[in-house]
């Protein structure tokens, strides 16, 4: 099932979530259903609070090349362990901030822990793209947004236009 995104601002996106206490029934069609949503959007990353859950779920799949394999993953309360001194800059977008994008530094390269749909902890090593996803997406369930990186007045001007594609969405009752 496709759930609807939050768009930027909305509380639920500023706020800390709560670890998963253990995998249910809900947390598996909560995983499931963010993944549909982050590939219909399309994307390659979304955080619970974005769909208006505040618990600690990530979904993301930074496979880019269609002639490989799809790598749909489901993240629980997961975590950086340890990150390099070495930055990596990417031009950042987020799927509750539709069409706006910026360079954001964050660390190149990554190991995080987390816990699988089997209850099972499991720990990576991400670089590339899938490095800086993951930190982004884990910013998410801390209540923070990539344009948090940014000086205020570039954020002021996003939250802005962000404000106006609320209004214009209101009022086309979409
Ligand atoms: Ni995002």
């Not at 362990?81 to 070495?86: H, T, V």
């Not at 190149?108 to 991400?126: I, S, Y």
């Not at 940014?150 to 609320?166: A, D, H, N, V």
């Amino acid at each position: 099932m496709i759930r609807s995104i939050l768009i930027h601002p909305d509380p639920r996106l500023k706020k800390p979530c709560a670890p998963v206490a253990a995998v249910t029934d809900e947390v598996r069609a909560l995983g499931a259903d963010m993944l549909s949503t982050m590939y219909a959007a399309p994307g390659i990353g979304l955080a619970a609070p974005q769909v208006g859950v505040l618990s600690r779920v990530i979904v993301m799949d930074c496979v880019k090349d269609p002639e490989l394999p799809p790598r749909p993953m489901v993240l629980l309360n997961p975590q950086v362990i340890w990150a390099s001194e070495e930055m990596n800059t990417y031009d950042e977008g987020c799927l509750s901030i539709p069409d706006q994008y910026a360079e954001v530094d964050r660390p190149a390269v990554v190991t995080v822990r987390w816990m699988d749909l089997e209850g099972v902890t499991q720990e990576e090593t991400f670089d590339g793209l899938w490095a800086t996803c993951v930190q982004h997406e884990i910013d998410h369930l801390n209540g923070k947004l990539f344009i948090d990186y940014l000086g205020p007045l570039k954020r002021q001007m996003i939250t802005r236009r962000m404000e106006k594609l609320k209004r214009e969405r209101a009022r086309e009752g979409v």
